[in-house]
């Protein structure tokens, strides 16, 4: 849907031309080879890989290529990693359709000019830090809640009480300011403390 979304998007606009689709790396990177576009919009996470090793691809064979990576987990982390892949430009996948289409056209004139609308905040908080500082065994349980795990199960998977599991569980909300499991995965995921899971996407 949301790839037709966007054929729709380009096709209005008369600066473009639509002239392939792909729902895979291998798709992708076969069809960038035959096709030859000047701009690819790149999904982040894709059914058999990471679209940052099919940007990184891509811009080792074709250093005038346009690559806007896509993707529906806009942290840090992400921003940075598509910014080292070599992607011209970062976009969450809840901007609005005339963003994609602007930043396909500087990627289209600038291909090794990286943007993205969060990339001076994103800086600053990289250069000051400001997000929770997690403990080794933080990390541990923030990861098991994340597997949907239960008290008992995280408690058995790391030697201790439940009771100690629900005060690491306890401290851990704390710091993400969160009230439940939800709010601290997807604060975690926001901050980067977290990697999303891999879900089939352009």
Do not use: C, W
Not at 75 to 100: C, H, M, T, W
Not at 123 to 148: I, Y
Not at 157 to 169: C, D, G, M, P, R
């Amino acid at each position: 849907m949301i790839r037709q979304g966007l054929r729709h998007a380009f096709e209005r606009d008369p600066g473009f031309e639509v002239v392939g689709e792909a729902g895979s790396v291998a798709d992708a990177l076969r069809k960038a080879a035959e096709l030859k576009p000047d701009v690819v919009i790149m999904d982040l996470r894709l059914p058999d890989g990471s679209g940052l090793e099919a940007t990184k691809a891509l811009r080792s064979s074709r250093a005038d290529i346009g690559i806007v990576v896509l993707t529906m987990y806009a942290g840090d982390d992400q921003l940075f990693g598509a910014l080292e892949a070599g992607a011209s430009a970062f976009v969450p996948k809840n901007a609005p359709a005339d963003e994609v289409v602007a930043s396909a056209r500087h990627a289209a004139s600038s291909p090794n000019a990286f943007t993205a609308s969060d990339l001076a905040s994103a800086m600053k908080r990289r250069l000051t830090p400001s997000g929770p500082h997690l403990s080794p065994r933080e990390s541990q349980v923030l990861r098991l809640l994340a597997d949907g795990m239960s008290v008992a199960g995280i408690a058995k998977q790391l030697y201790v009480s439940e009771s100690t599991a629900k005060t690491h569980i306890s401290k851990l909300y704390e710091k993400l300011g969160a009230g439940n499991r939800a709010q601290a995965l997807m604060t975690a995921l926001r901050l980067g403390l977290l990697e999303a899971p891999n879900t089939p996407g352009l």
